[in-house]
C-alpha cells in the first residue's frame, strides 16, 4: 500500500537543473569558476551544499572560495527567476491534485537549502500540497545516503515500503534505494547508468505515469504494472 510520494524538487518538479547549468556555465565563462568545472557537475548533481563543498576543495584545493562561488550563483539564480519564474515540469500541478484526491501524503525531499525552497514555495504557490519538507540543511548525510527519505518517511508516519520517491538524479535514485522504498525515475539532464536502471523500481517518462502506477499498486493490479 503506497501512503505517501516523496518528490524531489529541482528537474522533477521545476525544471530548474537546466537553470543551474546555465547560471554554472555563466561563472565558467566570466571567469568564476575554473574551466573543467562543468566536467564536474554531473557527479554533484542531488547533493547537499555541504557535499559539493567538500568535492570543490578536494579537487580545487582547500582554499578555493565556495561560499563565495554559492553567493554568486544564488544570486544569478534570483536574477533569473525575477525574469522568468519558475519552470515547471510538464503535469505540475495536476499530479498534486491527483494525488490529494487519493488521499496520498507528499513530501518534498531535496537536496536544496531551506530559504531556496521557501522562494519556490512563495513563487509557485504549490507549499499547501505538501505534509514536510527536508532540505538540504536538515541532513548531515544528503544524497546519495538514504537520511532525508527516512526523515521524510518518518515525519508523514509513514513505513519506507509505504513511500514512493519520485527523483530524476541518480544519486536521488541511490537515496531512495538505500531507503528501502521504491523509486520512479524520472531522467533530466543525467543520463542513467545500467546501475541505476536497475535500482529504480521503474523509469518513466513524465509525471503523468505516477499516479496510475500508485493506483495500480494500491489495487494490487498486477497486470497494470506490467504494462
Known sequence: MIRAVLFDMDGTLFDTEVVLCRVWQKMVDAGSLPADFMGLLPSMVGKIRSAISADLRAHYGADFPVEEIFRQRAELVQ????????????????????????????????????????????????????????????????????????????????????????????????????????????PDIQEPTPEIRELAWRQCRSLAEVTPLVDALNEGDVQGLLQ
Open 79 to 186: 536574477k533569473e527567476l525575477d525574469l522568468h519564474g519558475v519552470p515547471l515540469k510538464p503535469h505540475v500541478p495536476q499530479i498534486f491534485e491527483e494525488l490529494r484526491e487519493r488521499g496520498i501524503h507528499m513530501a518534498l525531499v531535496t537536496s536544496t537549502s531551506a530559504p531556496s525552497v521557501a522562494d519556490y514555495m512563495r513563487r509557485t504557490g504549490f507549499g499547501e500540497y505538501f505534509s514536510t519538507y527536508v532540505t538540504g540543511n536538515r541532513v548531515s548525510n544528503g544524497k546519495p545516503a538514504p537520511d532525508c527519505f527516512l526523515l521524510a518517511a518518518e515525519e508523514l508516519g509513514c513505513a519506507p515500503e509505504e513511500c514512493l520517491v519520485v527523483e530524476d538524479s541518480n544519486n536521488g535514485v541511490r537515496a531512495g534505494a538505500a531507503a528501502g522504498m521504491r523509486v520512479i525515475l524520472i
